[in-house]
């Protein structure tokens, strides 16, 4: 009923840059919590960067503090990571995540938890 999409990842030099995006669309009545994890193989996936219930900004991840920058268009339902000088150790798989409100007929309001499909970056010379 919901779907996120991500757009964006590729393949970038050390130093390069590369932006995120990731839209939500569907039975949708509100997001809450939005933003990105990374995971890489044989590891747990694990947050990066996402606003909170109070619409806060939080780098979960030290290592990519003033290097990128999430922002968020709540009317699009939409969520942008901007990821700069990067680091062959910033490879990985990164995931949407949306914590969204729907509606349901007869039920009420129901949260959930949504994931995109994926989307590769890789930082390697």
């Known amino acids: 009923q919901v779907q996120l999409v991500e757009s964006g990842g590729g393949l970038v030099q050390p130093g390069g840059s590369l932006r995120l995006s990731c839209a939500a669309s569907?039975?949708?009545?509100?997001?809450?919590?939005m933003g990105w994890y990374r995971q890489t193989p044989g590891n747990q996936r694990e947050p990066v960067a996402g606003?909170?219930?109070?619409?806060?900004?939080?780098y979960a991840d030290s290592s990519v503090k003033g290097r990128f920058t999430i922002s968020r268009d709540s009317a699009k339902n939409t969520v942008d990571l901007q990821m700069t000088s990067l680091k062959p150790e910033d490879t990985a798989v990164y995931y949407c995540?949306?914590?969204?409100?729907?509606?349901?007929?007869?039920?009420?309001?129901?949260?959930?938890?949504?994931w995109g499909q994926g989307t590769q970056v890789t930082v390697s010379s």
């Open positions: 995540n949306a914590e969204v409100h729907r509606l349901v007929e007869g039920v009420g309001v129901v949260v959930e938890d949504y």
């Open positions: 606003f909170t219930n109070g619409g806060n900004t939080n």
């Open positions: 569907g039975s949708i009545f509100s997001i809450n919590a």
